[in-house]
């Protein structure tokens, strides 16, 4: 068996499209994936599943209906099931979503 460490810079220089993420790694029955962020996304939420964002790099801003976040390099939040979200990132961001197999970023 060959051991080989997942680069991310490596990983994110094959994706080239905005809020498209891809599976780089699997753990038990959750999924590491890594996207490139721009712009605004879609109001949604996930009923059955926390979602993770960890900003790797640029500054990740998440609405909610009665606030938002702002997620800065190395850092990273949780959004509860359940609670509608909406990721912004006025400039590129690139960040790694935590999730289980199957979930759909635009949610339920």
Same mark, same amino acid.
């Given at each position: ?7 991310? $810079?490596?990983?994110? $220089?094959?994706?080239?499209? /905005?809020?498209? !993420? ?7 029955? /959750?999924?590491? #994936? ?10 949604? #939420?996930?009923?059955d ?19 938002s976040? $702002? ?8 959004? !509860? #099931? ?11 961001? #690139?960040?790694?979503?935590?999730? !289980? ?6 949610? $339920?």
């Amino acid at each position: 068996m060959e051991y080989k460490a997942i680069n991310f $810079d490596e990983k994110l $220089d094959l994706i080239n499209e /905005y809020w498209s !993420p891809r599976v780089v790694a699997e753990l038990n029955d /959750y999924q590491f #994936k890594l996207v490139r962020l721009k712009g605004e996304f879609v109001w949604h #939420k996930h009923n059955d599943t926390d979602e993770a964002f960890i900003v790797l790099e640029g500054n990740l801003r998440i609405d909610f209906r009665d606030g938002s976040i $702002d997620i800065g390099p190395g850092e990273m939040h949780v959004v !509860p #099931k359940g609670l509608e979200h909406r990721p912004f990132a006025e400039q590129e961001v #690139k960040a790694l979503l935590v999730e !289980p197999q199957g979930v759909v970023n635009t949610g $339920d």
